[in-house]
């Protein structure tokens, strides 16, 4: 591993030089570190979205543009994704961290969060570690249980994959199974591939093993007074209905949209019934 031998009492933010294929070095105060963001609408509240894994704000795009006259919103890109660089030491509540700092430099004080997948751990702990900040969340094809041991066992095999062929050929496979018909959603199916290919190494594997380590949050969920929707996908292959099921009962409020025919990708399967439930409970 190459990395400067000086210490330094400031954190930095930097990306490990392990494979000249993979990886580049950054050194970053994070203190300093701009996320990138796009924002859209207009409003009094601020909705902010958080994309989920192989994935960058991008992925909001099209479906966000259907949401421009109801709500102001804010995309990110998670650090390492996209155009915001990675964290020397990436945690699901490190992530959500920055997230709050950036939030704060930008004056927002009261926002209403929606996470895909991975970007829901991230919503969650950002409620958990900030609710003063936190108005609700809505958890989008995500879970508020930590990994199984079995899940923990694929992550590793992953991280092995993506360190002896590369992040392209992880993509490959990826990419459809995370439709319920893949072979009927060939252009979005290549959306997402696309976006997936260019996830760094680094930030692959620098959040399996965040995924993989995460807090099992079902005792908060279950204890705070934050309200939660859910979007389910009745045929998601990463939180399969019954986990589902579980959890959508935990909150003291709670409102739940299950999707039919509909796997872990209703931000492109099912735009418009997802955008008509947030309208409903966000907007």
Not at 67 to 84: A, K, M, N, T, V
Not at 114 to 140: C, D, R, T, W
Not at 225 to 248: H, M, N, R
């Amino acid at each position: 591993m190459r990395c400067s031998q000086k210490q330094s009492t400031m954190k930095q933010c930097c990306i490990y030089d392990l494979n000249p294929r993979f990886y580049r070095l950054h050194p970053k105060p994070i203190n300093n570190m701009t996320l990138s963001t796009y924002t859209f609408g207009s409003g009094s509240e601020t909705v902010v979205f958080l994309h989920g894994f192989c994935e960058t704000k991008e992925i909001w795009k099209d479906f966000t543009s259907g949401l421009e006259h109801d709500l102001r919103g804010i995309c990110y890109d998670l650090p390492g994704f996209g155009e915001s660089e990675l964290l020397q030491h990436t945690t699901i509540q490190s992530v959500a961290k920055t997230i709050k700092e950036d939030l704060e430099k930008k004056g927002e004080k009261n926002v209403r969060l929606i996470g895909h997948s991975l970007g829901g751990y991230v919503a969650l702990s950002l409620a958990k570690q900030f609710p003063e900040l936190v108005q609700n969340v809505m958890l989008f094809h995500s879970s508020v249980f930590s990994d199984t041991e079995e899940k923990k066992t694929n992550r590793n095999k992953t991280i092995d994959f993506v360190k002896k062929n590369g992040v392209e050929a992880f993509a490959k496979t990826f990419a459809p199974s995370l439709f319920a018909k893949p072979d009927q959603q060939n252009q979005k199916v290549a959306l997402l591939f696309d976006m997936a290919r260019q996830t760094p190494a680094a930030t692959h594997i620098a959040y399996s093993e965040a995924m993989r380590d995460r807090e099992d949050f079902a005792d908060w969920v279950s204890e705070t007074d934050i309200p939660f929707l859910f979007i389910v996908g009745k045929e998601d292959g990463a939180v399969p209905l019954e986990k589902s099921k579980e959890q959508i009962i935990l909150p003291k409020k709670a409102k739940s949209l299950v999707l039919e025919g509909v796997g872990h990708m209703g931000i492109l399967e099912a735009p418009e019934l997802c955008q008509e439930f947030i309208r409903k409970n966000i907007a």
